[in-house]
């Protein structure tokens, strides 16, 4: 499976207080540009006074394009209608580092899909607080930091780890089931570019111990929510969730490896959308194109 | 669709603490009295020291069978084994009342589903605190009663509905959407024999206005939950959950209709497993065999 | 719930040949007119030679604007580009006839949907070759039409149902669970103007008795699948599938009772996309925005 | 996760024809032997004259029991109700081989099951017709064996496949995506132990290419079965399903990648229920406890 990574694939995402023309105004830009749009999405709140959320596919018909000049040209465009919006080069790949401790199964999934070609991206590097994934991470060929984190030492281990990020210009960071909770200063170097995946369905089970909780209440359904981290602990934006059907049959145990396969189906699905640039976050939550 | 309703079908549901040999002293004691076992659920938290639940659908070969000197020549074992246990014939039709206010969809789930043969129950009347759903009622040949309810009336309104309940010699009440929160008094008037439709997927989005929340929170998914009422709102034993997954485009508007289809799903398949004696309470769960 | 109805809310469907400038072009036609998209969905199968498939959602600002002038000046973009497109106005209710035999759980469900706002439409009468669900639809406010049909009287029947249609000036059909295979005479008469529900998931189970042949296959999901009619029997294109888990508790008898409650969930969804214009067919597939 | 595996777990399964008596002869003969019943399932699809099927899982409370002389003692019981029974114990592990090709995502699953203990189960050998997954079965510590498959050498291979078998004593076997029509001669030697995935929602799409065959009918969901293998090829006893919803934006190729993701579960859950001797086949049916 390839994604649409034509070196001549392109996205733009834009947001905006919606008002009159814009579609005109984007469109009108792209053909005078011999840009081909492939797909579009969009979305408002209100067309009086709310939000304007599009994304647009295009290929560019010209092999030969320049994409720095396309995003200097747009400037204009940008600012008369005072969006927020990005133009992506498909083919350009993203960095993504992964955070783990010591279950693998969220991890597994992804250097999985990465190697089988589902997801499109670049892993400079696994970073750990713990050594155990080492020699499964590096078979897949991948640099495993270990960079372990005590009370004492946290503020110094995320200073390491960011230094290690930016050596390798990460563009995002997954949290596959990494269980350190990161500093407001470290959300605040990579805002809206963490990914995590909660073992619950959130609101539900906020915090620690989640299947502990689900077998406490006799939930009949458990869930697992993949989310970008901000400040509030469990309270980023949601990119995805999903559930599971359990019964009276399930411990505690049961319910968690029930859960991971939850949990990697539903952190895989987000880290796609996230690589496509499918996902717009707006205040607490995300529009998903 | 007929359930198992001849006149010589029964079911034994048994909860105790686990230990040997009860399995073997139910199945004996059947075979004594020519039931033929059509069914069977049993399941144990923990052989030492756990709880046992057991369910059992039987036949009674001989067509004249008494079934009180069933439950007396019964009570030995359940005795010895000191068994919360109950045998019920089902043939014997449960009657349930339906508790409404404005919504309509919950209730023309259980009414449609009824007069399809779907449940096989006898709904004596339906109580409402207000009068529009009056004619829907009763074009089903339902007595529809309303009972309006103030502040200063609830104590009163709750005790006219105690009469009128008793008056049918209801067995079990539904709250279809019953927009009330019932007394501690109400409620201990019929313990596990309330159940209740909650519009979310609890315990996610507890107490008023769950959808209002649920879009605010931007989840992936809404759901229903359909519980026994306890003293504690949206605490007491989950029967059955479901969802649905939603996006972006959903205004509350548009989770709370399509939320209506998750709860009248949900509400159905609780009210079901009821009927046909599915669900044993144990603490505030359920074991749903 | 109210879909978008305003008076000034207009929906553009297209399908052509993909190719440079359509979404500029109609962009422009519509920002020319004072038109604000609300939402917008387009696919390209393959922007070099592909089909080009696109549904714009958009507001007129003046109040006073007159569709048929729209439908006009976009006549010849249409025509340069080659494309298959209608302009409908949201407010414009379509005239929905259903078609039922004795089952009545899928003429039920679109009644208490149309009933309770959910789905924005004039249902001016339904007809039957049984009389039995007269009453029902009748207390709908809806004339029932019975319209006997036997091997004899097919082709009269059919013509006389095709006078009624007319007279009413039906837009589209729904059979819900009709139980009669209509005369290519009739289907084109309605081209992709008749939606079917079939009792299986499609191409599974191909005619009659599926759930019997369910079953005998011992499948563990049972399904249904709304379409629109063709001259091929449950060939035509597939509009919306549902499954639903079974077990090998299911006889025949409860597989059926269970996929009614599949069956009456995808034919409701599959008829709110067709009235709400979101469907575009193209060979033997749809598109569904 | 760890399953029941105390060396004092048993599972006894059942089928033979309903008869009074069975339970209680059976409930009577473990609580003899001390043997205490963890968890039991039983359905009769007629208890005049119909199929009857249990299973029992129970523990041994002396832990110097014999497994052996269990099987002896029941023998009787076993010839005066005529059953097909087997009594298996939960900590002897049963051998699996896995046949693959070249697709690794239903191996991959099965492995990482199994080093995190979910599956608990030997793997004394992948056998493979091409040599790709070598390197990756082998750093799992897993033998793998490339036996080429020809027209002119199938029968030999298949020859030199089974004696691979034999010698490691392999109780069942999984073709995790073995592109390969087995002989019925190969069927014959493994009756009931082999698991096969098909990539489709069986019966529909049966033989070769079936997401093409998805892609052309224009489905709404794509699905997976599991299901044991006969001499009639895709026609065997279905052990589980699932499916995936898909859309209009699904190419062939995009199919066959969300796919997978549904056949690697189905499979997985499959195995795990042969493992956990949870499946009794019954005629062309499975009845999965």
């Known amino acids: 499976m390839k994604y ?3 070196n001549t694939s392109v996205r733009l995402l834009i947001s905006c207080h919606d008002q009159p023309g814009i579609v005109s105004a984007v469109s009108t830009f792209l053909h005078q540009y011999k840009a081909n749009i492939v797909q579009s999405d969009q979305y408002s709140t209100d067309p009086s006074g709310g939000m304007f959320f599009m994304r647009i596919e295009f290929e560019m018909l010209d092999p030969e394009f320049d994409i720095k000049m396309i995003r200097t040209a747009f400037t204009e465009i940008g600012r008369s209608f005072d969006m927020d919006w ?3 080069l498909a083919s350009r790949k993203k960095k ?4 783990v401790s010591k279950e693998d199964h969220c991890l597994l999934e992804l250097l999985w899909r990465w190697r089988a070609g589902e997801i499109d ?3 400079p590097l696994v970073i750990s607080n713990h050594p155990d994934l080492k020699d499964q991470v590096e078979s897949y060929g991948i640099p495993f930091i270990h960079i372990p984190v005590t009370k ?3 503020q110094q281990a995320e200073q390491e780890a960011i230094q290690k990020l ?3 210009s990460i563009d995002f960071i997954v949290l596959a089931r990494y269980m350190q909770i990161l500093s407001p200063d470290f959300v605040g170097t990579f805002p809206k570019r963490i990914i995590n995946i909660h073992h619950s369905f959130l609101p539900a089970f906020i915090g620690a111990n989640p299947y502990a909780k689900a077998f406490e209440r006799g939930v009949k359904l458990i869930g697992a929510t993949a989310h970008y981290v901000t400040d509030d602990l469990d309270e980023g934006p949601i990119i995805e969730q999903d559930v599971l059907r359990v019964n ?6 049961k319910l968690r490896v029930a859960g991971r396969n939850v949990e990697r189906i539903a952190l895989a ?4 959308w996230h690589i496509n640039d499918q996902i717009i976050v707006h205040g607490n939550k995300t529009v998903v194109f």
Do not use: G, S
Request: no cysteine.
């Open 166 to 168: 930016h050596e390798h």
């Open 152 to 154: 004492a030492t946290k």
């Open 4 to 6: 649409n990574t034509n």
């Open 269 to 272: 699905r987000a880290v796609a």
């Open 96 to 99: 993504m580092a992964i955070f």
């Open 86 to 88: 990005r133009i992506e």
């Open 121 to 123: 991206v670049d892993i």
């Open 248 to 253: 009276h049959r399930y411990t505690t145990e």
